[in-house]
């Protein structure tokens, strides 16, 4: 549960703050709020659940908040990027083989059976590719923020992401999730 207060009072409660605070001012100046979600939140994934929830959770606050602007003229917009763990550098292979043992060495035995060690291995190993792949540098983000500030007629969406992401996403948003399951291997 910590791990999920953690992540959700910076994804989504930090964010929310900042907005609650500065509300008063951005309405009376017809200004715009970007929102940082992610690809993942509005895709579920394998032992991502408290990164998935948070930006989940960003994703459906950002969206009311959109409809509820439009009567002080203040746009928002949605920025949600791709893959950019290794631009940012938030992740590395050593903190995620570092989480993954704190988090093996914290689980109730019960569960490690359940799970087993094979598996945990393979998630974790899965969660270091992602880390390692990726767009490398924050660019094609900066142009959608830049855009999303500055262009007379802001979209409601930027989707800094690679073309696979795209094609993920219209899958994952788009298809039965039994399909989008079997073609994703999840």
């Known amino acids: 549960m910590e791990d999920y207060k953690k992540v959700t009072e910076v994804n989504l409660f930090g964010g929310i703050r900042v907005i609650r605070t500065f509300l ?8 715009r709020i970007l929102n940082t979600t992610s690809i993942l939140g509005r895709k579920a994934t394998v032992g991502r659940s408290c990164y998935v929830a948070s930006k989940h959770a960003m994703e459906g606050f950002t969206q009311c908040l959109r409809l509820e602007m439009k009567q002080w003229n203040v746009r928002v917009s949605t920025i949600e990027p791709g893959n950019f763990v290794s631009a940012t550098g938030i ?96």
């Open 24 to 31: 008063p001012l951005i309405r009376k100046a017809e200004g």
């Open 91 to 186: 992740f590395t292979k050593e903190k995620v083989q570092t989480l993954a043992s704190k988090m093996w060495d914290n689980m109730p035995e019960s569960i490690q059976q359940d799970y087993g060690r094979q598996r945990f291995d393979d998630y974790a190993r899965k969660m270091e590719n992602f880390v390692t792949g990726g767009c490398k540098e924050m660019t094609p983000v900066i142009n959608c923020i830049e855009k999303a500030l500055f262009d007379k007629k802001p979209r409601i969406r930027y989707c800094p992401k690679t073309f696979d992401e795209h094609v993920l996403s219209f899958v994952m948003t788009h298809f039965p999730h039994e399909l989008s399951d079997f073609i994703y291997n999840l």
